[in-house]
C-alpha cells in the first residue's frame, strides 16, 4: 500500500520509552560489550524499506538504540579480575550450599546482565545484597517472599 493512503488515524501509537534505572549502572565489561554489539547490531539492521510494519520495527528498535546508548553512556564498569578474592563482591561468581544441603552458584553482575535461569543476579537482588561482603566459611541469611533461608558461603571465584 502506499504511504499516500495510510491515514494518521492508521499510525500506530508512539512507544513509551524504556525505563531507566535511577540506580548506578554498574556493569562487569562482559555486560558492556554485550551492550555495545546490540547496539552495533540494531544500526546495522535500521535502514529498510518505509512501510507501516517497518515503521513500527525502527520505532522499536530506535527506542532500544536509545536505552543501550544512554546505559552505555553511563557504565560503571567493574572489573572482577580486581576485586578482592577473599570476598564476594561485584562480580564474583559464588558458591553456596543452603540450610538443606542444596548446594548453587550465583553470579553477582549489573542490573542490565541479569539472567536468573543461568545464575546471573543483580547486586541490587535481595540473594546478593545477602552475600555481598561474606567471606568463606560464613554463613548469610538470604530474605526471600518464599520466607528467609540461611547459606553458607563455600567458594568465590572472579572470572578474569
Do not use: C
Not at 544500526?43 to 510494519?53: C, D, I, K, N, Q
Not at 546471573?120 to 561474606?134: C, D, H, I, Y
Amino acid at each position: 500500500m502506499s504511504r499516500a493512503f495510510v491515514k494518521e488515524s492508521d499510525r500506530p501509537e508512539p512507544l513509551p520509552e524504556i525505563p531507566l534505572s535511577e540506580h548506578p549502572n554498574h556493569t562487569t565489561p562482559a555486560g558492556l560489550a554485550h551492550q555495545q554489539q546490540r547496539l552495533a547490531q540494531l544500526r546495522a539492521g535500521s535502514a529498510g524499506e518505509v512501510g507501516l510494519e517497518d515503521e513500527v520495527a525502527r520505532e522499536t528498535a530506535a527506542r532500544e538504540m536509545r536505552w543501550l546508548e544512554a546505559r552505555i553512556a553511563s557504565a560503571i564498569v567493574v572489573d572482577p579480575a580486581q576485586q578482592p578474592a577473599d570476598r564476594v563482591t561485584f562480580g564474583a561468581r559464588v558458591d553456596v550450599v543452603d540450610e538443606h544441603g542444596v548446594e548453587a552458584t550465583y553470579r553477582i553482575v549489573g542490573e542490565d546482565e541479569t539472567d536468573a535461569e543461568h545464575g546471573s543476579v543483580s547486586w541490587l537482588s535481595p540473594l546478593a545484597k545477602a552475600v555481598l561482603g561474606a567471606k568463606v566459611g560464613e554463613d548469610v541469611l538470604w530474605r526471600r517472599p518464599a520466607g528467609d533461608l540461611r547459606l553458607e558461603i563455600i567458594a568465590i571465584r572472579y572470572d578474569g
